[in-house]
């Protein structure tokens, strides 16, 4: 008999849609979130949270496979160190990553935050993978929002978005997999040009709106310029453009808040 796959954070958005294709592929899931539930059938709720190293004893008590998703704004770092030290101490024999593109590049606390946490996977002594992918198309849309409000587009500003769904079905396919390093880059199938996307944006909403280009400054700015936060030629490009997104968002009820787990 197969022991769960311990699921971090899997009651937010990525784990979600992560956590059902583990269950379709006939795989048991326990769930570290700070928000437990009553469980379900094949799907364990466990009450813990990373950053605080609450919990993880109980939560990997016999587990060999963890998908770690939770996740912030800030303090992931120090939570990957904590999963670290507890999955080493439980014997833990694969974990999985998820990252994001450009976190050894970008010259933002958050992209660094997310290196430290990919070098702490990475020394931890235990098998490991990491998977780095580009800003979730439900990341961007409050970005667009805001900036279309503002009627201004940064200049040189492109992303790369990417569905959720065709995150989770690569989450799945390594979580039930072996131990890879650090595999390919996953983006969205364009690169879009921010203005573009407010265009996209209002013409969803049936109106146009002039933009005030605007210049990013500093090091973050030639960054952004430079195409650091963008995937190489080796990515592998997948899922819903964002134009096909925002479509859907039109007639798709809002995705409730992610848990940081």
């Given amino acids: 008999m197969s022991t769960p796959i311990l699921v971090t954070g899997g009651t937010g958005n990525i784990g979600r849609h992560t956590v059902p294709l583990l269950r379709a592929a006939g795989e048991d899931v326990r769930i570290l979130t700070r928000h437990p539930r009553a469980a379900v059938p094949g799907v364990e709720y466990v009450e813990g949270d990373t950053a605080r190293a609450v919990g993880l004893d109980r939560a990997l008590d016999g587990i060999e496979t963890v998908l770690h ?23 833990v024999r694969h ?12 010259p933002i606390g958050y992209f660094r935050m997310k ?27 409050p970005i667009v929002k805001s900036l279309s409000a503002m009627r201004i587009a940064p200049r040189a500003l492109r992303f790369e978005t990417v569905g959720v769904d065709a995150v989770a079905e690569r989450l799945a396919e390594l979580a039930l997999g072996a131990p890879a390093g650090r595999v390919r880059d996953l983006a969205g199938p364009e690169v879009q040009e921010i203005g573009d996307m407010l265009k996209a944006f209002d013409r969803e909403r049936g109106r146009t709106r002039r933009q005030l280009p605007i210049r990013i400054p500093g090091a973050v700015g030639r960054a952004y310029r430079a ?30 808040t992610v848990d940081a787990g």
């Fill in 115 to 141: 290196a430290d946490a990919e070098r702490a996977v990475e020394e931890s002594g235990i098998p490991w993978t990491v998977l780095r992918v580009a800003q979730l198309h439900d990341f961007a849309t």
């Fill in 69 to 91: 998703l939770a996740g912030g704004a800030k303090g992931d770092d120090v939570a990957a160190r904590n999963l670290v030290a507890a999955a080493r101490n439980a014997g």
């Fill in 95 to 106: 974990l999985i990553l998820i990252s994001v593109v450009g976190a050894d590049r970008m």
């Fill in 227 to 256: 195409g650091d936060n963008l995937a190489d030629v080796t990515a592998v490009r997948a899922g819903s453009t964002w134009a096909e997104h925002l479509a859907a968002a039109r007639t798709s009820p809002a995705e409730p």
